[in-house]
């Protein structure tokens, strides 16, 4: 059609009736698949009416629907959807295509009056669900149309088939009726709706538009938008810019489980990005919380929870700690999962592994672990805690890590379901919520740092090596000397030193354990407080590292502390 511009052209400057002729670029639609420029032509359409219908208008109420019956995950998804719903034309329903879904309508070959027959409909249905869509095209209109079927304006029998088919969006939106309302084993409307920010225009539109139309209801009860995945950079991917990174390629070189974390992680609210830098660092992430696993399975060889689980009022105080910042870490997760905040999940399970129980934990009962006798109450506890600890913690990553998950809770000892996935998620007891526990821990810890400090400071002037190579004095401030004297014995636990001692005023320097050098660290964080570093006197127990005065007193073990020996006894 296009060449037919130059004719056109030549045709007026013949007869002397071209005034101008110039050419002009300008913006013009292109088909998107074949990039073809586009004409346009007036045709007959069908449509569906925004403002009539049995089902009443049918703007007003889906909007209605939108602001009341729906959760919008993000919350702006509400907003974007609305304007789009509010402003939107009537609903075009045809497309002349020769493939898709026909449009079951009839035409009057006499008038020219086209027509949708409920009873038509009906037995069409029937045909495509045994015979497929195709019959409207391979059978001729008389074996198709119920009997006696005439023209509704001038009764004429001379009839044809229409050619339109559905628009694709219309396809879609209905799947509701195919997927929810034909299975026993799920409900409607459905309880979520998950697809990419552009199905606000698409799928999640069409689909409310056309059950609001049929149901006079939304087909879900919420919607959930995520953005699109980019490269590291948050370029779009393409294959001719080389920065495609396929699923497979991941699983084939981190495993599925890596994959599955990174869905977890990124915040779908944004474009998720995904390169080699953040696979790597998430393959470290994993690898530190699948190691918390195998530390917890690796200390429980010898538990039984039938038989040596330790109530909660026996348990020590950092024990009890401990299943405290469990509880509220359930707490956290649960919520977001069913916020459907899935990085919140991930970021609060790996810091719960990597801080609260790695690095502060796990590394203070190893003592307890490794050199209490085997059946000890301490060492019961510490198991105790350990137990309940993973217990909770696969439920809650078990959607996450499905394999990983499974894979830890066959080993785990005592009686429980065969898989973690036949599990519900964990209900804590109430009890083990301590805040006053935790504020007082909260003021022993920042000690604790403090003291850390004055550690480094003495292992860079190589007065020391291990920490359980120092002896500690603190002299605290006049609001921390009750606090830390009760709980001498536990700092000490916590910092893992060989000796701590806790005095009431700095001037007092000959209480320090010995006479070599010292290392004196005053804090700029908790005013008035001194902490003092020596290297702790007496022999190396070979069991438990500790330096005491006491080692080497045992006849049969002379090379270990009076605790240890009485431990092998």
């Not at 056309?210 to 919420?222: D, E, L, N, Q, S």
């Not at 609210?269 to 690898?287: C, F, G, N, Q, T």
């Amino acid at each position: 059609m296009f060449k037919a511009n130059a004719a056109i052209i030549e045709l007026l400057r013949n007869n002397n009736a071209l005034i101008g002729k110039e050419d002009i670029r300008h913006s013009y639609p292109h088909c998107w698949r074949c990039k073809s420029p586009v004409i346009f032509r007036a045709t007959e359409q069908w449509f569906a009416s925004m403002e009539a219908g049995e089902a009443g208008p049918l703007r007003q109420n889906a909007l209605k629907a939108i602001e009341k019956d729906i959760q919008w995950i993000p919350s702006w998804g509400k907003e974007r959807i609305y304007n789009m719903v509010a402003g939107r034309p009537d609903w075009c329903l045809s497309r002349q295509r020769a493939w898709g879904v026909p449009i079951p309508a009839i035409r009057c070959i006499e008038c020219g009056i086209s027509r949708l027959d409920g009873a038509l409909i009906e037995k069409l249905a029937d045909d495509f669900e045994e015979n497929g869509a195709d019959v409207w095209f391979e059978k001729p209109l008389n074996e198709i149309m119920p009997q006696g079927t005439r023209c509704l304006r001038c009764g004429s029998e001379r009839l044809e088939k229409e050619d339109d088919i559905l628009d694709v969006w219309f396809d879609s939106g209905v799947s509701f009726a195919a997927v929810l309302e034909k299975r026993q084993n799920l409900g409607f409307p459905a309880g979520l709706y998950l697809e990419g920010s552009d199905q606000h225009r698409g799928w999640f539109h069409s689909s409310l538009l056309a059950c609001m139309g049929t149901r006079k209801m939304a087909p879900y009860r919420a919607v959930l938008t995520h953005g699109f995945v980019v490269d590291g950079e948050g370029r779009k991917m393409s294959k001719s810019t080389g920065n495609v990174i396929a699923p497979h390629e991941v699983m084939d070189k981190y495993g599925a489980e890596v994959l599955r974390l990174w869905v977890a992680a990124e915040d779908y609210r944004e474009d998720v990005r995904i390169s080699e830098e953040i696979l790597k660092r998430l393959s470290e992430a994993y690898r530190r919380i699948r190691n918390t696993f195998r530390f917890i399975l690796g200390n429980l060889y010898d538990f039984d929870p039938e038989k040596d689980i330790v109530r909660h009022d026996a348990l020590c105080e950092l024990d009890r700690l401990a299943l405290h910042r469990l509880f509220r870490l359930n707490e956290r997760v649960i919520s977001a999962y069913g916020d459907f905040e899935f990085h919140a999940v991930y970021h609060s399970v790996h810091n719960f592994c990597a801080v609260d129980l790695s690095a502060f934990y796990l590394d203070i009962i190893k003592d307890r672990l490794y050199t209490s006798k085997a059946a000890s109450p301490e060492r019961r506890a510490a198991q105790t805690t350990l137990y309940h600890a993973l217990n909770c913690l696969l439920r809650l990553v078990a959607p996450v890590l499905a394999f990983t998950a499974d894979e830890a809770w066959a080993f785990m000892p005592g009686k429980k379901e065969e898989s973690v996935h036949l599990s519900a998620m964990p209900l804590l007891p109430a009890i083990w919520r301590d805040d006053r526990l935790s504020e007082m821990f909260d003021r022993l810890l920042s000690v604790k740092a403090e003291a850390a400090k004055a550690l480094e400071g003495a292992r860079q002037a190589r007065l020391i090596g291990h920490s359980l190579d120092a002896s500690v004095v603190i002299y605290p401030p006049q609001d921390l000397q009750a606090l830390l004297k009760e709980k001498e014995a536990l700092l000490k636990e916590v910092l893992i030193v060989s000796g701590l001692k806790v005095m009431d005023s700095v001037s007092m320097v000959d209480s320090s354990t010995g006479g070599g050098m010292t290392h004196i660290y005053g804090s700029t964080e908790i005013k008035g407080i001194t902490v003092l570093v020596e290297k702790a006197q007496g022999l190396k127990c070979e069991r438990c590292w500790h330096l005491t005065a006491e080692a080497g007193q045992s006849g049969a073990h002379p090379s270990l502390c009076p605790r240890c020996a009485e431990a092998l006894r």
